[in-house]
């Protein structure tokens, strides 16, 4: 069974960084999307950044310069290197990963935009950033 497990998370002041990780186990495709939302309560869980298997990145517009992407060379770690944080990045962090549907779906969606694609997820680690 898959399993994604995230770390890294923490409280930070306004203008401080983090690095978050997602360690990746057992899984088995090589055609596929990785990526972190994020949430905070009473709201939707929305996509803040996408790497594929072509190492083609999105990032939400909130985020853009400030927040990247990566993984490790095998593949196995997510990372998501968060700088210049904000009270308004303060949110649970979720790692995420697409099922066997990426393969057939990939031209049709955006990953960020569509949450649903995402059939892996870990249980997220808590970001909090004070002014």
């Known amino acids: 069974q898959v399993q994604l497990v995230e770390s890294g998370g923490g409280s930070v002041q306004a203008g401080g960084s983090l690095r978050l990780s997602c360690a990746i186990s057992r899984y088995p495709y090589t055609d596929y999307c990785m990526g972190w939302f994020r949430q905070t309560p009473g709201n939707l869980r929305e996509g803040v950044a996408t790497?594929?298997?072509?190492?083609?990145?999105a990032y939400a517009d909130s985020v853009k310069g400030r927040f990247t992407i990566s993984q490790n060379n095998a593949k196995t770690i997510l990372y998501l290197e968060m700088n210049s944080l904000n009270p308004e990045d303060s949110a649970r962090y979720y790692c995420?990963?697409?099922?066997?549907?990426?393969?057939?779906?990939?031209?049709?969606?955006?990953?960020?935009?569509?949450?649903?694609?995402?059939?892996?997820w870990g249980q997220g680690t808590e970001v909090t950033v004070s002014s």
């Open positions: 790497i594929d298997s072509t190492g083609v990145t």
């Open positions: 995420t990963a697409t099922d066997q549907r990426w393969a057939k779906l990939k031209n049709t969606v955006v990953p960020l935009k569509t949450m649903s694609l995402f059939g892996h």
